[in-house]
């Protein structure tokens, strides 16, 4: 990276923080102390004001906003962009209200012929969630469900909410919204029976905030989590075949856990209820194909499993 190039992330990195260490720019930017010491003097001398505190807890201090260069996009970095707008069709997303009207906005930032290149560029990649009847990408529409932008907007102001969904009252904590097999779903503890729970963002008919008085302090959450927690009770190793499998089709919650850095080993680890539905796991186990081991199960789930292949080699 060019030095100019690094001034300018740099100021943006300072300035996105607010108060930051000489080592956390050594980290970031791959820089010896001395070079992170003579950006910091050019970042100063450039006119943005730091304020330097010396001690244990010392570090420097920016003044937000403050004579920032204008934000300017090379021509493989609005390429970039639009890419990723194409491979996000069909995701349902939130806040994505109008696809047509983003792309005419960035399309009119740019000149003709890179304008002639991104329709090159629309016709030419193809991604997994392209429609086949509509693959023009300012024809296609794909809308969330209408509830999970207010779950998104109330969630931003507090996690313990109090919901309607399933013709049931709950009072829970969010833990993450997931979007898994084209749907997407509430990851949840419910704080009135210690429980995970996983919702489907379509079943929810209502959702607000728990009122101050109601909310469960953090020692408490935190208590809550260890006495849900279960440990495992099956553990399967994937490798790339498995993995492909997996990413076609997963039962919530089953997360994959990737086990090198190439991401062709990885693991599921979670504890299956004597009660689930075993030829539902089964079935996804068979799914997945000889590329997928299983480490550890249950003994009533590899009761089921040998019945199935007896039942199937008597056909």
Known sequence: MKKNERLNLMMRYINNRGFFKLNELQQEFHISRATALRDVADIEAMGLPLEATVGRGGGYAVMPNTLLPT?????????????????????????????????????????????????????????????????????????????????????????????????????????????????????????????????????????????????????????????????????????????????????LPYKLTYVDPFQARAQISEHVAPEGDKELLINWILFLGPGCHVELWPKSLAQAYKARLKNELKR
């Open 71 to 251: 934000i300017r996009f090379t021509h493989n970095q609005v390429k970039a962009l639009f890419i990723a707008f194409m491979a996000s069709r069909n995701q349902q997303l939130p806040y994505l209200k109008n696809r047509q009207d983003i792309v005419e906005k960035l399309l009119g930032l740019i000149s003709p012929v890179q304008q002639e290149q991104l329709l090159l560029l629309d016709n030419l990649l193809v991604f997994e969630g392209t429609n086949p009847l509509k693959p023009a990408l300012l024809e296609l529409t794909d809308q969330p469900q209408p509830q999970l932008e207010k779950l998104l907007t109330v969630s931003l102001s507090t996690r313990q909410l109090k919901i309607r969904a399933n013709g049931k009252k709950y009072k829970i904590y969010l833990k993450h919204l997931e979007r898994a097999n084209g749907k997407w779903y509430l990851d949840c503890l419910d704080l009135k029976q210690p429980q995970r729970l996983i919702i489907a963002v379509a079943a929810i008919k209502a959702a607000v905030p728990l009122q101050p008085s109601e909310q469960v302090k953090t020692t408490t959450l935190a208590a809550l989590f260890s006495k849900t927690a279960l440990n495992p009770n099956l553990i399967l190793q994937l490798d790339a075949r498995a993995i492909a499998q997996y990413k076609k089709f997963h039962p």
